[in-house]
């Protein structure tokens, strides 16, 4: 199968460039003594998990259980849910991950949750792995760092069906942060939260096996924290326009890894000689970020949103694709844009050298 | 199965909304005269698009190709296909859809097109149904009104195997127009393009049989247009938050259709007295409007994005839900947010009377 044969609009990994994306930051994670534990929410795909994992990485994150559900089937082992696990229907699927993967981690924030998932371990004769989930400045999930999380600490070891292993703490709201000086900084300013919480956590016998965290945004940048063990990364095997855009190490573009990720579309009209029709509108592009598609080899054609099902592109009377050219687009933000997709055509060049599902596709539950 | 049992986040339909706002469009077209044909864009769902049938449809609109595969399938008949069909892959999968149900009609707007699936149906032995794709201001496809739509529908017409039934004219720019007069005033200016092109069809002795357009917002604006044979209309079915802000025909909210399309999550975390996460985000919702989900019966109580996985809840203290708490929200977005989701949970109170398959989310090939 060739590119022309693919039904647009599509999803298209270069496999060239996600191939060199996975072996760098393997690298990178080996120099600075780190493990790596990339999040599989951002592919949601068990072959790219297989091969993070063949290339060093100790496992992977799941962000539910019914994405852990789905990689645990497909054989993917020392799985971390990253979000908490609440309630007797999620703690009663978690049991079939944990039938196929004994060593999955959940994270826990709160009291009642801890004692709800210890007696369900207990009355299924099993032991959960956990971690405390931190706060660290995200306003999302996470106990407040210190002494509160050393109380959950403390309630996950009397529970006889928990086994505790460490501490998580995810940073979301750092990872975008334009300007490496000030993405470091910042950064660092709310992981020692983390460390802090890490340091008290040993003080009163705590295990802190494992302390995870961090994002593609700040790979190189988490990598100072002597406490943590392992990063949770997600986008960088793939890369977004989002990413692109935060500024790298050396000033210029964030380009420590590359643009893997395109979606590809087909021109269905050009209305006028300065306006033509792409196959690809609000259900092929995610649309959560302040900015729009931008056209591969395409310079001066802008897209623009034109509805659930179509791009605008507007370019120069001459310099607009005609009816029938096939379009590809870097998108905005690669997460919600594969969760759009049922599968991923694997590009060797213009050939399709392989068709992975994307199996894990709106299994958010 | 009852509402607590169901895997958040889900979607849901509330079948007394939904049965009423069936029924309230069947009765509007029949009282003026008009056929539905309404967009499966919205729903994807072949269970859907059963009933809407069986409620007195002529048949349904598909917004691509692989929408009709699925349709077909499922056993709907007298599919429109609204966007241009262009090039070799996807007329190939067309003559898959006309094996199944040959009366498929197809919309055009270009010479070269329109040659293209001449000259296919021919060497396929077979003849399609098509109407001329006109645009009435949307800037997205279609020919423009007038003697250039007429000109394509001479070209179909010299087509052996294509078979000319009418024009298709979608304002989609005016379904969200605030302010009922307004939007009135400004569709009807709109659509008068296809009206004054449908005349000119008539005095060119072309056929205008079918007369195709409209939206949810403009079903009782459209109704005043005597050339016009048929609505489109796709929301009403389900309804959204952003329809319920256009405003209705007596004034204050469009309250025309219910909202009977919601989504479940779970309180996951409640981190501070005055903050709680649910386990729907970017993923769980459309965010192609400016405005966020809004919670169902949980008053005071305001979401915001926090990520691909989280909703962030904000009320006073007292105001806030429990952990392991269901919240139900209305969608900013119904057709893109339905497209996130495998299924529909059909809802009687708390009872899930049904699941039914999304069975064409994904399939805007």
Redesign the interface.
Known sequence: MIK???????LLLDLDRFERNIAKMAAHVKAVGKKLRPHS?THKCPEIARRQIAAGAVGICC??V?EAEVMAASGIRNILVT?????P??IG?LMGVLDRAPETMVVV??A??IRELGQAMTRAGRVANVLVDV?VGG??????PGEPAVHLGRLVTLETSLNLRGLQGYA?HCAHIEGYANRRKTSHRWMSRLMKTRELFEKNDLPTEIVSGGSSGTFNIDCDLSGLTELQSGSYCVMDLDYRRIGGKGGGDYDDFEMALTVLT??????TPT?A?V??G???F???KPFVPEAVEWPGVEYS??????G?LMAQEGRLPA??QLMEFFPP?C??TI????RIYAMRGAKVEAIWDIAA??R??
Chains 1, 2 share one sequence.
Do not use: C, F
């Not at 949103?305 to 179509?310: L, N």
């Open positions: 022309t044969e693919i039904p647009t609009p599509a929410k962000a539910k019914g979000t908490e696990v609440v309630g229907e999620k699927r924030d709160n009642e949750n706060d306003r999302r999930t996470g106990s407040e979301g087909t021109v269905v009209s050009v209305p306006m029709m196959d690809g609000l259900k092929a995610s649309t959560d949103w034109a509805g659930d099902e179509h605008r009816l029938g933000h997460d919600p969760n759009l997709y049922d596709r709106g958010g539950q």
